[in-house]
């Protein structure tokens, strides 16, 4: 079972390069997430998306773009990389019901730029 | 204000001692759910309990516990007779059910490092 996969596991930007990071989930949620997590902290929430077409921002938007053409893929999208921008990304999706609520992540990607 | 505060960064013990993670939520919702997640030094997240608002019945699965208690709104895990293989970042997460979206506040997460 592949759950949530992410491309790619590391990636070295220049300041002002652009890149995206490709997530797709084989489970059919509806929803779907992107996280960052900087050195010892909890993961913050960049975007998300409720479903195919529907994405809102979360608390650190800022940098990122995002878009939800269909059911299985969330691409994140970094324009004008910055070194605030260092940092693991986690993409997620889960159920919308009450009951499945847990959330199932990727692998990660680790992004640095210089 | 949703908040999920987990007060210890580290926690270092010897093999086989039991040990407990704090974890500590904020919220004006009366139905939400909270989450406790495992970080092992390979980074992915891996999904250890959920716990409903409307269910304080505490569990037990293995040498894992947890322990609800809305009245001081914590939501601790204790890892019994602790193995090398716990090492790892755990943590507390919270979802508040009026958000219909599923998205999860994190605390800081807790370092547990289980010496041999």
């Known amino acids: 079972n592949a759950g949530v996969t992410q491309t790619p596991k590391f990636r070295i930007l220049k300041i002002g390069q652009s890149m995206t990071l490709q997530c797709t989930q084989d489970?059919?949620?509806?929803?779907m997430y992107w996280y960052r997590q900087d050195p010892g902290m909890g993961l913050k929430l960049i975007y998300y998306?409720?479903?195919?077409?529907?994405?809102d921002k979360g608390e650190v938007p800022n940098g990122y773009n995002v878009s939800r053409s269909t059911t299985e893929d969330f691409p994140l999208r970094l324009e004008l990389a910055a070194p605030s921008q260092t940092s693991v990304y986690f993409c997620?999706?889960?159920?919308?019901?009450?009951?499945?609520?847990?959330?199932?992540f990727g692998q990660g990607t680790r992004l640095t730029v210089v | 204000a949703q908040k999920v505060t987990q007060a210890q960064t580290e926690i270092s013990v010897v093999e086989k001692e039991d040990v407990t993670l704090d974890c500590v939520y904020e919220?004006?919702?009366?139905?939400?759910?909270l989450f406790w997640y495992k970080q092992p030094p390979s980074g992915e997240l891996v999904f250890l309990i959920r716990?409903?608002?409307?269910?304080?019945q505490n569990e037990i699965s293995g040498r894992y516990s947890w322990n609800f208690q809305k009245s001081t709104s914590s939501f601790n895990f204790t890892i019994t007779a602790s193995q090398v293989v716990d090492s790892a970042v755990y943590f507390c997460?919270?979802?508040?059910?009026?958000?219909?979206?599923?998205?999860?506040?994190f605390g800081q997460g807790t370092t547990l490092q289980v010496k041999p």
């Open positions: 997620a999706s889960s159920y919308s019901t009450r009951e499945n609520t847990e959330a199932f």
């Open positions: 489970m059919n949620h509806n929803y």
């Open positions: 998306s409720v479903g195919a077409g529907i994405t």
């Open positions: 919220t004006r919702d009366t139905t939400y759910y």
């Open positions: 716990r409903n608002s409307f269910d304080e």
């Open positions: 997460a919270l979802v508040f059910g009026s958000s219909n979206t599923g998205k999860l506040i």
